[in-house]
Antibody, heavy 116, light 111 residues
Framework: QVQLVQSGTEVKKPGASVKVSCKAS????????IAWVRQAPGLGLEWMGW????????VYAQKLQGRVTMTTDTSTSTAYMELRSLRSDDTAVYYC?????????WGQGTLVTVSS | QSVLTQPASVSGSPGQSITISCTGT?????????VSWYQQYPGKAPKLMIY???NRPSGISDRFSGSKSGNTASLTISGLQAEDEADYYC???????????FGGGTKLTVL
C-alpha cells in the first residue's frame, strides 16, 4: 500500500532553516509528484508547492518564493522540503502528499516550531 | 484570507443531508474541473473524499458527493453520521501564480 513517512518534530530559532523529509513506498516514485501543504495551529491548509517525482521540476507558492526549496532523491524515493529564514508564523504542521492532481495519500505530518 | 470561500461551520442532525459550498472565480473553480475535497479529524492528516469535482476514491462512502455550478463547488453528505463530524477543505487548480489553492475550511458538527 502507498505510504509516505515524514521526519520527526523540529524546533528551530527564528532565522534558522529546517529540512523535512518524506519517504515514499508502495508505488513508483517517478510516476507522481509530491505536494507540500502546511497547517498553522488552529488554521486551515496552505499549499506550499509541488515537485515532480520524474524530473524534479518545481512550482512554489508565490509567498514562499526565495525561502523554500523542494528536492527529491529518486534512489531512495524521498522528497525534501527546506524552508529558510524561519519566522514565528512558519510554526505549523508540514505535510507531504502524493500529487496526481489531487492528494490521495498523505504523510503523517511534521510539526515545526519556530521559537526563540 | 483564503482564495476559495467556504462557510466556517455547518451542522446537521443524524440522517439529514448537508451541503458545504466552495466559492472561487473563473480563474480557479469556475475554469477547471480540478476541484477536490478533504476530510480532516483533529490532529490527523487530511483524507481525500472527492476528486475532479465529483469522483469518489475507492473506499469512500457514496453518501459523499460533489458537484459544481459556475464558480461554486459543493460537497454534499447525505445520511449524516456522527463519524462525519470533522473539518472539510476544498482545493482547486488556479491559473494564478499559486497553482493550487485551498478553501478556508468548514467545521461540520453533527448535532
Amino acid at each position: 500500500q502507498v505510504q509516505l513517512v515524514q521526519s520527526g518534530t523540529e524546533v528551530k530559532k527564528p532565522g534558522a532553516s529546517v529540512k523535512v523529509s518524506c519517504k515514499a513506498s508502495g508505488y513508483t516514485f517517478t510516476l507522481y509528484g509530491i505536494a507540500w501543504v502546511r497547517q498553522a495551529p488552529g488554521l486551515g491548509l496552505e499549499w506550499m508547492g509541488w515537485i515532480s517525482g520524474y524530473n524534479g521540476a518545481t512550482v512554489y507558492a508565490q509567498k514562499l518564493q526565495g525561502r523554500v526549496t523542494m528536492t527529491t532523491d529518486t534512489s531512495t524515493s524521498t522528497a525534501y522540503m527546506e524552508l529558510r529564514s524561519l519566522r514565528s508564523d512558519d510554526t505549523a504542521v508540514y505535510y507531504c502528499a502524493r500529487d496526481r492532481g489531487d492528494y490521495d495519500n498523505w504523510g503523517q505530518g511534521t510539526l515545526v516550531t519556530v521559537s526563540s | 484570507q483564503s482564495v476559495l470561500t467556504q462557510p466556517a461551520s455547518v451542522s446537521g442532525s443524524p440522517g439529514q443531508s448537508i451541503t458545504i459550498s466552495c466559492t472561487g472565480t473563473s480563474s480557479d473553480v469556475g475554469g477547471y474541473d480540478y476541484v477536490s475535497w478533504y476530510q480532516q479529524y483533529p490532529g490527523k492528516a487530511p483524507k481525500l473524499m472527492i476528486y475532479d469535482v465529483r469522483n469518489r476514491p475507492s473506499g469512500i462512502s457514496d453518501r459523499f458527493s460533489g458537484s459544481k455550478s459556475g464558480n461554486t463547488a459543493s460537497l454534499t453528505i447525505s445520511g449524516l453520521q456522527a463519524e462525519d463530524e470533522a473539518d472539510y477543505y476544498c482545493n482547486s487548480y488556479t491559473s494564478g501564480s499559486t497553482r493550487w489553492v485551498f478553501g478556508g475550511g468548514t467545521k461540520l458538527t453533527v448535532l
